[in-house]
């Protein structure tokens, strides 16, 4: 009975967090809202926010590991890319981490970053864990995807980049955030700075994060079964839609491949819902590949690349990719990375293993400490039924949840990004 009267409540709380919301604009394509058409396209620019067209931040590299040799296919990533940005007077810093695969360049950062700087914040923006050249320069074991000791690669990597630039910038408070895995990130580089205090984060936002890491690659792997004639048919998938994005690029009067271009494409392929997840799940299939193919010949684990052989510069990676592309995150996680893990935690079976990838064992954490805010939306595509209720259950008024926008579509929605600010301003 009591538990039944605590669900009620809790849904009653979550029902009324979002009722306290204000009317939210989120206009897309199409006379119907979908939020994979939201995820696919973004944020319109009648409701975006207005930011200077200028990107403020610079890029730079940094050496993580002294002793380091780099895999020769790899001698390109031999240092860690990453970007900043720096007020001319003492101010308030704010590392940002990127999503899944993407780099420190990337959109999203990058218009965090213009947000940020804008609002008087210096900013350094960080790729993803699971982008190759992280993978490469700065995972301590190139076996990203594990929550703590990706939090350690990234809590390093910010270090290093702090003592670098320590003689040219004044800071007086940090903080962070992330977006969809890299506000996953957030959450356990925040926690491990609890520890360290190395920082001492004022505050941290988590933007669009899973709740369980294996339920989300789950559903972003059975996107890619919307591709026609199944993951088999990826690289054929590929090739024919490159084909048909270039026939609209050569018709297009600019030579950016900007938002402008993406709306111009998305309307000349008129995807129906079922076509815009197999798009996503191709997206995410490239991040994936890529992360297999970099941490297996690194660590010649044998997954794709037989372990005895050995690639170099020269060494072409065409079949080995084309058995990349095959493979999902889950096929990472049972075939690479839990046996991997496994002799450190023998005491875990594969589902207990999963289960510490998840923001719900940093539950109690989460409940005690008001300086970490979650952004998020109702109808994100990467949570499973049900997850979504788990931010204003933990998180409470920290939480603030958007009705539409799917996966990070409305990052850059001027209510969003003007929130963004606030958490860090207040």
Request: net charge negative; aromatic share 14%; with cysteine.
């Amino acid at each position: 009975m009591k538990k039944a009267l605590a669900l009620l409540l809790t849904g009653l709380y979550a029902v009324s967090v979002w009722a306290n919301q204000q009317p939210y604009d989120f206009p897309t394509l199409g006379s119907t809202y979908s939020s994979y058409a939201a995820t696919v396209v973004g944020t319109l620019p009648e409701v975006a926010a207005d930011l200077p067209e200028e990107n403020p931040m610079s890029s730079s590299r940094i050496r993580i590991f002294e002793d380091r040799q780099v895999p020769d296919p790899f001698f390109f990533d031999e240092t860690l890319r990453y970007s900043y940005a720096w007020q001319d007077e003492a101010a308030p810093l704010v590392f940002m981490i990127a999503g899944t695969g993407a780099s420190h360049n990337g959109a999203k950062n990058v218009e965090m970053g213009k947000a940020f700087y804008h609002a008087g914040f210096h900013v350094v923006s960080i790729s993803s864990p699971t982008y190759m050249n992280f993978i490469v320069s700065a995972s301590e074991n190139s076996v990203p995807g594990h929550a703590y000791e990706d939090a350690k690669d990234i809590y390093r990597v910010m270090e290093k980049i702090r003592e670098k630039h320590k003689s040219r910038v004044e800071v007086t408070d940090y903080y962070v955030t992330g977006y969809s895995l890299g506000g996953f990130n957030a959450a356990f580089v925040t926690k491990l700075d609890e520890e360290r205090q190395s920082f001492n984060f004022r505050k941290a936002l988590l933007i669009n994060p899973p709740v369980s890491l294996y339920n989300s690659i789950s559903l972003l792997d059975r996107m890619s079964q919307n591709i026609p004639g199944g993951a088999d048919n990826f690289d054929q998938f590929l090739n024919s839609l490159m084909d048909e994005v270039s026939k609209v690029y050569q018709k297009s009067d600019t030579v950016d491949m900007d938002g402008e271009f993406l709306f111009k494409a998305y309307k000349a392929l008129d995807p129906n819902n079922e076509e815009l997840a197999a798009l996503i799940g191709v997206s995410f299939r490239l991040s994936s590949s890529s992360l297999i193919y970099t941490s297996d010949v690194i660590n010649q684990y044998g997954f794709v690349v037989p372990s005895n052989v050995t690639m170099t510069r020269n060494s072409s990676p065409g079949d080995y990719m084309v058995v990349a592309n095959q493979l999902g995150f889950t096929d990472y996680f049972h075939g690479f990375f839990y046996p991997y893990y496994k002799p450190q935690h023998p005491e875990l079976d594969r589902e207990g293993f999963a289960r510490t990838m998840n923001l719900e064992a940093l539950e109690s954490y989460f409940k005690s400490s008001d300086k970490i805010e979650v952004m998020h939306n109702a109808d994100d595509i990467i949570l499973a039924p049900g997850e979504i209720d788990f931010f204003p259950r933990v998180f409470g008024d920290r939480a603030k949840i958007y009705p539409k926008g799917g996966h990070c579509g409305n990052m850059s929605h001027r209510d969003n990004v003007a929130h963004m600010i606030s958490v860090f301003k207040n």
